[in-house]
């Protein structure tokens, strides 16, 4: 046999094989399968925005209804860089809806929070945003993004000061829907665990939770 057609069938042989493959995932674990190819389709958004990051207005929607990893993360900042360096961070693709850098603050807020209040390039537009974002959450979201920021919130000896982050947020949170919500108070609190930064976010805010 000469090596052209050895070389041909180990090809055949290996399509022969993941086309198996294929069929007994399909098979006998469909749901496995699905979540791969969904995954795959949330990676091919993530990195067209990372490419058109204009094209918020179509993907920003579609991606907040999708769970994101951390590897989308960069690709997220990397595409609100690029609005910010265009000038487009509060150009309104329509008159009544979102800005682009609102977009992708609300994806942040959803996705990312922990990570975008460690960063010091997302930080602040993120946190000066918070009633808008609180306001745009469902149960879910909020619960999700208080269970992320609360162990970052408690790290001490960080560059930024958490007191302000965390007394923006509880405002936000008392100026919105959920301000009667005592579970995801707790959410917070008992995820920062720290009854003294606590106390200074609270020293100014009415009424009390």
Excluded at 76 to 86: D, G, H, S
Excluded at 88 to 114: A, C, M, V, W
């Amino acid at each position: 046999m000469s090596d052209t057609v050895r070389s041909m069938s180990e090809e055949v042989e290996k399509k022969k094989n993941e086309v198996s493959e294929l069929v007994d995932m399909i098979n006998t674990n469909f749901d496995t399968l699905y979540e791969r190819i969904r995954r795959a389709d949330t990676r091919a958004y993530v990195k067209r925005l990372e490419q058109v990051p204009l094209d918020d207005m179509n993907i920003g929607d579609l991606l907040l209804a999708r769970d994101l990893e951390d590897e989308d993360y960069v690709a997220l900042k990397n595409a609100y860089m690029k609005v910010i360096e265009m000038g487009k961070e509060n150009y309104r693709p329509s008159f009544t809806g979102p800005s682009h850098g609102e977009r992708y603050r609300l994806l942040f807020f959803q996705h990312f929070l922990g990570q975008a209040i460690e960063d010091d390039a997302i930080r602040d537009s993120v946190v000066d945003d918070f009633d808008r974002l609180v306001q745009c959450c469902f149960d879910n979201d909020i619960k999700k993004s208080l269970s992320a920021i609360a162990p970052v919130l408690s790290r001490r000896n960080v560059p930024y000061d958490r007191v302000i982050v965390l007394r923006k947020l509880l405002e936000a949170l008392d100026k919105s829907e959920f301000k009667d919500n005592q579970q995801l108070y707790d959410i917070l609190r008992n995820g920062i665990a720290d009854e003294d930064l606590w106390s200074a976010a609270r020293a100014t805010i009415s009424p009390q939770q």
